[in-house]
């Protein structure tokens, strides 16, 4: 499920739940942002049934933190 994307500032916020997990994502477009939001739910699912890799994690903070 992804959640009301708010405009703030020159970009996107949004938020993607699964599972009772969450992503978020913030990005100049509003694809970029919900991409963000659910690339790192999914991160965080694989991670909480313990086939997260490393490389995913970093690659998941590398992404959203910019």
Same mark, same amino acid.
């Given at each position: 499920?992804? %959640?009301?994307? *708010?405009?703030? #500032?020159?970009?996107?916020?949004? !938020?993607?739940?699964?599972?009772? =997990? !969450?992503?978020?994502? #913030? @990005?100049? !477009?509003?694809? #970029? @942002? #919900?991409? +963000?939001?659910?690339?790192? @739910? =999914?991160?965080?699912? +694989?991670?909480? @049934?313990?086939?997260? *890799? *490393? *490389?995913? %994690?970093?690659?998941?903070? %590398?992404? =959203? +933190?910019?």
């Amino acid at each position: 499920m992804t %959640r009301i994307e *708010e405009w703030d #500032k020159d970009q996107w916020n949004c !938020s993607c739940y699964c599972g009772g =997990v !969450s992503g978020f994502g #913030k @990005a100049a !477009s509003k694809t #970029k @942002a #919900k991409k +963000l939001a659910a690339y790192m @739910a =999914v991160v965080r699912l +694989l991670e909480a @049934a313990g086939i997260c *890799e *490393e *490389e995913w %994690r970093e690659e998941m903070y %590398r992404v =959203v +933190l910019g």
